[in-house]
């Protein structure tokens, strides 16, 4: 089993749409969890972190379930800009060694 | 957000040699850089943690020997890829850690990546 995974999608959305993320993590001492928005052929970039309490910024939300083990992003009002791989992050490391989970594609279609 | 750098951006470069990578934090020290491995449509691969001040460690099934780090100070470390091959053909991205209070909530930025093509 990897330890961080998503579904690689691809989720193709029409603008205006919502649309939800999942991702799960098999390391139950995980710390810190982010999502990581990655453009073809960049770097990526970190989108948010993802606190217990869950948390937003703006058209983004994001939520953590430890019981479970997910976590989640949910993106209102989806924009063509916000195609893009999204990357579920863990740190279960004090080191800071992040694992990522494989990607969810996004493409918000007009 | 802080500024991690890389260079190159890009190399092309014949079988059997060379390539240093250069990734540098620019407006914070950092004493852990991390080098990672992305291959097409894959996600990112953790190579090596590089410590400034010691030597790297390096994550299960990468060689030491081939991908040489050297993290020489607190704002640069180097990766070379010694006698490379095709097959090390890849997207090699740094990123560092700025300490910010506790390693949990320490936040990694990462470097623009440098596209490898080995002929």
């Known amino acids: 089993r990897k330890e961080v995974e998503q579904d690689p999608g691809p989720f193709n959305v029409p603008e205006g749409a919502t649309v939800a993320f999942n991702c799960t993590y098999s390391n139950s001492a995980s710390q810190s969890f982010f999502w990581y928005r990655q453009d073809c052929r960049k770097e990526p970039k970190l989108l948010m972190s993802?606190?217990?309490s869950g948390n937003e910024d703006g058209r983004f939300t994001a939520q953590l379930n430890r019981a479970s083990q997910y976590i989640s992003l949910l993106i209102r009002d989806s924009k063509l800009s916000d195609s893009a791989t999204y990357l579920c992050?863990?740190?279960?490391?004090?080191?800071?060694?992040?694992?990522f989970g494989g990607g969810t594609r996004l493409m918000v279609k007009p | 957000g802080a500024v991690v750098s890389q260079h190159p951006s890009r190399v092309i470069c014949k079988s059997g040699t060379s390539v240093k990578i250069e990734c540098r934090s620019l407006?914070?020290?950092?004493?852990?850089m991390f080098w990672y491995r992305q291959f097409p449509k894959k996600s990112l691969m953790l190579m090596a943690t590089?410590?400034?001040?010691?030597?790297?460690?390096?994550e299960q099934g990468v060689e030491k020997d081939k991908f040489l780090i050297n993290h020489a100070s607190l704002t640069l470390s180097t990766l070379t890829v010694t006698s490379a091959h095709p097959e090390d053909s890849s997207f090699y991205i740094c990123?560092?850690?700025?300490?910010?209070?506790?390693?949990?909530?320490?936040?990694?930025?990462f470097g623009p990546g440098t596209r490898l093509t080995v002929l």
């Open positions: 590089s410590n400034e001040g010691s030597k790297a460690t390096y």
């Open positions: 407006d914070f020290q950092a004493t852990t």
């Open positions: 993802v606190y217990s």
């Open positions: 990123s560092a850690r700025e300490v910010a209070g506790g390693p949990w909530r320490d936040t990694q930025y």
């Open positions: 992050v863990v740190n279960s490391d004090a080191g800071n060694m992040l694992t």
